[in-house]
């Protein structure tokens, strides 16, 4: 279970439409290579304390400066360990240097995967992926088990539906709190909930959002949030969702299976 405040500093908003994943062609795994479509992911200061800092360069090695708003931010960073656990969501500030800057997001010695989330200007939407080992003793979590129910910071989460590899399945997360379905939830990423899927074969990264915007006349604030996934191939995923209520945002984790 991770909690974390909301993050402040950017603004923007992109259009959505139901059934239709982050980067238009929902299914196709990214953030597997530092480097496509001629940007390159470049890690600078890694470590447990201080700021975790990089920068994306273009096909000549030069920083990029310019990039287009996604879901609120001009760039989302995923970490998580290679086991899948850990994980955290946050949005770097950007320097005019081209340097990305945050709050290290790393909780302890292990092998972790970054995943960059974004849109340079001129350029389609891309999730670049970066291995960072920060030394040290480190024990492997095992991948929990699946499960229908996952708690987050006091809330219970339900998940109905499955993932078919190669098929679009819609997934619902109802959201409940001691018992009573939570019908105010607050727009977090121009969003009523935010999912990435992190296939546990080799951290292929799949993202998407949910059916509905909050303001379209038609989207209710919870308690059910539906996904349209598409899993690429059977085995297992971690899913991770955040959502916001009461001004914080939580994020529910669970394991589900592909089926062929």
């Keep these: 279970m991770t909690t974390h405040q909301n993050d402040q500093g950017h603004s923007g908003h992109e259009e959505h439409h139901a059934h239709h994943g982050h980067h238009g062609h929902h299914g196709a795994p990214q953030g597997l290579t530092a480097s496509a479509q001629g940007f390159t992911l470049v890690p600078e200061t890694v470590g447990l304390a201080g700021e975790f800092t990089f920068r994306i360069t273009d096909a000549d090695g030069k920083a990029v400066t310019a990039y287009e708003p996604q879901h609120?931010?001009?760039?989302?960073?995923?970490?998580?360990?290679?086991?899948?656990?850990?994980?955290?969501?946050?949005?770097?500030?950007?320097?005019?240097?081209?340097?990305?800057?945050?709050?290290?997001?790393?909780?302890?010695?292990?092998?972790?995967?970054?995943?960059?989330d974004f849109k340079a200007v001129g350029a389609d939407p891309l999730t670049l992926g970066v291995d960072l080992t920060l030394p040290g003793e480190s024990a492997a979590r095992p991948l929990p088990e699946p499960a229908a129910t996952a708690e987050a910071g006091g809330y219970t989460v339900t998940l109905d539906g499955g993932l078919v590899a190669g098929e679009g399945a819609p997934l619902t997360f109802t959201v409940t709190r001691d018992g009573a379905p939570v019908a105010d939830l607050q727009p977090y990423l121009a969003a009523y909930g935010h999912l990435v899927a992190l296939r546990a074969a080799d951290l292929a990264?799949?993202?998407?959002?949910?059916?509905?915007?909050?303001?379209?006349g038609a989207t209710a604030p919870g308690p059910d949030i539906t996904f349209h996934a598409v899993a690429p191939t059977a085995g297992p995923y971690r899913l991770y969702l955040d959502f916001k209520h009461g001004d914080q945002v939580h994020t529910a984790e669970f394991t589900a299976v592909a089926g062929d």
């Design 205 to 216: 990264y799949l993202h998407v959002h949910p059916d509905g915007e909050p303001g379209d």
């Design 72 to 116: 609120e931010a001009l760039l989302h960073l995923i970490v998580v360990r290679a086991d899948l656990s850990g994980y955290r969501h946050v949005h770097p500030e950007l320097g005019a240097d081209g340097i990305w800057r945050v709050a290290t997001p790393f909780d302890g010695p292990a092998v972790y995967h970054a995943y960059a």
